[in-house]
């Protein structure tokens, strides 16, 4: 089968071209360099060199593809200063769903479990809570706006569309690295005094991976389907780790509050510094979950299936070792 994938070379997106070249599809991916990218080297794809704001390369990746992964977007937690973030979320968005429906091409968006509304977070995260159209982060915002767009013209038009909506991922293939790869990293260094009070829902990108085929192959037209795992405190996530890697983890553990306190300082200490903060507000934001997450619908409707983070972390450690990141 003829396929096509935006982000290819990202976290789930790396992850989701080895698995359809394994089930013996044939992959085209729309990629912004003019290159190959270090996550992609050595596999056979067809590049299409674009963004998702280049209408002519978008109608070269979606033309003859059967099936579409719109994976693509602009992971930012600081503000949307440019408009790009918004650009490429909702415009891109809208650019890839409009080709999908000229050609009849069964598109999967890639959605976020923060394009939900997490709130009250004592209660269960499922497929039913709304989308978070006035979340305060632009990043978030912008993935709820870009997953009403999927809706809106499954309801209004022939899309053949289906949502996915990852949590935060972990294992092999971390080639960026990400947000939690950074600091799985940082803390085999050292380099963290102490933790945050952070809660993440993590699940392995080859289990997301193999989530979006079957939301492909199964999932019903215009339906959301949470791919993530279980909620997990940074505190259990370190031990595990630690565990994993023989190395010790700070043993400080502070309260959600004193990021915020600290928040100043740190945006401060960037500016002076002229790198990115530590943290800023909206990764502040991103760092509480719901107590369950319930992914009761992708399990029964797609098969969709978990390993457990143990084995993720696992694997996580011994690619970054193999990347010379933790020598």
Same mark, same amino acid.
């Given at each position: 089968m003829q396929v096509a994938v935006t982000g290819a070379?990202?976290?789930l997106g790396c992850a989701l071209v080895r698995a359809l070249l394994e089930r013996g599809d044939s992959v085209r991916a729309l990629e912004l360099g003019l290159g190959t990218p270090p996550s992609l080297e050595g596999l056979e794809v067809e590049l299409v060199h674009g963004d998702v704001l280049d209408r002519e390369a978008v109608e070269k990746l979606v033309t003859g593809a059967e099936q579409l992964y719109h994976i693509a977007a602009k992971v930012d937690l600081d503000r949307d200063r440019? $408009?790009?973030v918004w650009a490429v979320n909702v415009e891109g968005t809208r650019n890839i769903a409009k080709a999908c429906l000229a050609h009849g091409t069964r598109l999967v968006h890639c959605s976020s479990h923060h394009a939900l509304v997490l709130?009250?977070?004592s209660e269960p995260l499922d497929e039913t809570k709304p989308l978070a159209l006035q979340h305060k982060c632009d990043y978030h915002r912008s993935k709820a706006?870009?997953?009403?767009?999927?809706h809106d013209m499954v309801r209004d038009t022939n899309l053949n569309a289906v949502v996915i909506n990852p949590g935060t991922l972990t294992g092999p293939h971390d080639y960026e690295p990400s947000m939690l790869g950074r600091s799985l990293i940082d803390l085999y260094? $050292?380099?963290l005094p102490a933790l945050m009070n952070a809660v993440t829902d993590c699940a392995d990108a080859r289990d997301v991976a193999a989530g979006a085929i079957a939301a492909a192959e199964k999932g019903r037209r215009g339906e959301r389907y949470l791919l993530t795992g279980r909620a997990i405190g940074m505190r259990e996530l370190s031990d595990i780790w630690a565990e994993i890697t023989g190395v010790k983890m700070p043993r400080v553990n502070l309260p959600l509050w004193?990021?915020?306190a600290m928040v100043p300082f740190t945006l401060g200490a960037a500016r002076l510094a002229g790198r990115k903060p530590l943290f800023t507000p909206?990764?502040?934001r991103a760092s509480v979950s719901n107590d369950v997450i319930?992914?009761?619908k992708a399990r029964n409707e797609l098969g969709y299936a978990t390993r457990s983070i143990d084995e993720s972390l696992a694997d996580a450690f011994a690619f970054f070792k193999a990347q010379g990141w933790l020598g």
């Open positions: 070379s990202g976290r440019d $408009g790009s709130a009250p977070l706006h870009g997953e009403q767009l999927i260094h $050292g380099r004193v990021g915020w909206n990764m502040l319930r992914c009761d």
